[in-house]
């Protein structure tokens, strides 16, 4: 069984960071595509960031160099490293894991299989 599990949310000032968590049981993250998805309220899912399994990362524009997201192969754990943060980057965001090694696939949030239970990033102005 799959579990991935956030950690790492909260509330901070505009200009602040934060890094989330995801740690994956039942499943190796070295071994698949894995991104983040962020979701704010009365807003459509929004992928955020992708690794795949050569470490190529994607990045949505909005987030692109002040986001990284990167995995701990040994820790069989996913982060988002989450820096220059901005009132609109509020949302509840959530790990998600692919069950293809590669993320070119991965159109939408909804392509990925598996899903953590998500964690709530507020940042305020």
């Known amino acids: 069984q799959v579990q991935l599990v956030e950690s790492g949310g909260g509330s901070v000032q505009a200009g602040g960071s934060l890094r989330l968590s995801c740690a994956a049981s039942?499943?190796?993250?070295?071994?698949?595509?894995m991104g983040w998805i962020r979701q704010a309220p009365g807003k459509e899912r929004e992928g955020v960031a992708s690794?795949?399994?050569?470490?190529?990362?994607r990045y949505t524009d909005s987030v692109k160099g002040r986001f990284t997201i990167s995995k701990d192969n040994a820790k069989n754990t996913l982060y988002l490293q989450m820096n220059s943060l901005k009132p609109e980057d509020t949302a509840m965001y959530y790990c998600?894991?692919?069950?293809?090694?590669?993320?070119?696939?991965?159109?939408?949030?909804?392509?990925?299989?598996?899903w953590g239970q998500g964690t709530q990033i507020t940042v305020s102005s």
């Open positions: 690794i795949n399994i050569n470490d190529y990362t």
């Open positions: 998600a894991a692919s069950t293809n090694s590669g993320c070119s696939g991965i159109v939408t949030p909804n392509d990925y299989t598996y």
């Open positions: 039942g499943y190796i993250v070295s071994r698949r595509c």
